[in-house]
Antibody
Framework: EVQLVESGGGLVQPGGSLRLSCAAS????????MSWVRQAPGKGLEWVSV???????YYADSVKGRFTISRDNSKNTLYLQMNSLRAEDTAMYFC??????????????WGKGTTVTVSS | VLTQSPATLSLSPGERATLSCRAS??????LAWYQQKPGQAPRLLIF???NRATGIPARFSGSGSGTEFTLTISSLEPEDFAVYYC??????????FGPGTRLDIK
């Protein structure tokens, strides 16, 4: 079964750091485009970052320079390193796999999410 | 930028639902629809404007191209009451979502 499981969320003070993990099963992370998408409490979806199978990475302007997406092929796991955290980064963070049935970018496998709260 | 209307739609089971998504620039047919229920991750319903994703019931259909798109649910089932988001995949990254339409039970 294709599955994604996020972990690593928690409460952190403004300016702090956190690393999120997304463990994949049933498919190979390094062979796919993988994204992080977040959702602030009561708000809509916001794309955060993507890593391509070739290793290229892209970020939303709101997190550029503060967040880093990466993967560990040996662990089949995706990561999001979040530094200089702000209150507005408070959200549920989902990892998601690109849908392979289209040449465009859509996401068909999602984890259940992990909650990040930035507060003093 | 994607805009969705209405923000909230109140209907009864068995009724037809029509949700709209408008793009500020032409996105061809590179648009998807997702359903999200409380406490759950989004689920891909429609991709490339009109194609149902695997396992999605036939009562869900998508249409449109250019800047105007529609998600139609032909006859609402109780499990269809949720929030629906559109997402464009024309000029990416960045990937962008609409603000969502909440479909409530009347």
């Amino acid at each position: 079964e294709v599955q994604l499981v996020e972990s690593g969320g928690g409460l952190v003070q403004p300016g702090g750091s956190l690393r999120l993990s997304c463990a994949a099963s049933g498919f190979t992370v390094s062979s796919n485009y993988m994204s992080w998408v977040r959702q602030a409490p009561g708000k809509g979806l916001e794309w955060v970052s993507v890593i391509y199978n070739g290793g290229s990475t892209y970020y939303a302007d709101s997190v550029k320079g503060r967040f880093t997406i990466s993967r560990d092929n040996s662990k089949n796991t995706l990561y999001l390193q979040m530094n200089s955290l702000r209150a507005e980064d408070t959200a549920m963070y989902f990892c998601a796999k690109r849908y392979s049935g289209s040449y465009r970018y859509y996401m068909d496998v999602w984890g259940k999410g992990t909650t990040v709260t930035v507060s003093s | 930028v994607l805009t969705q209307s209405p923000a909230t739609l109140s209907l009864s089971p068995g009724e037809r639902a029509t949700l709209s998504c408008r793009a500020s620039e032409i996105v061809s047919t590179y648009l998807a629809w997702y359903q999200q229920k409380p406490g759950q991750a989004p689920r891909l319903l429609i991709f490339d404007a009109s194609n149902r994703a695997t396992g999605i019931p036939a009562r869900f259909s998508g249409s449109g191209s250019g800047t105007e798109f529609t998600l139609t649910i032909s006859s609402l089932e109780p499990e269809d009451f949720a929030v629906y988001y559109c997402q464009q995949s024309s000029n990416w990254p960045p990937i962008t979502f609409g603000p969502g339409t909440r479909l409530d039970i009347k």
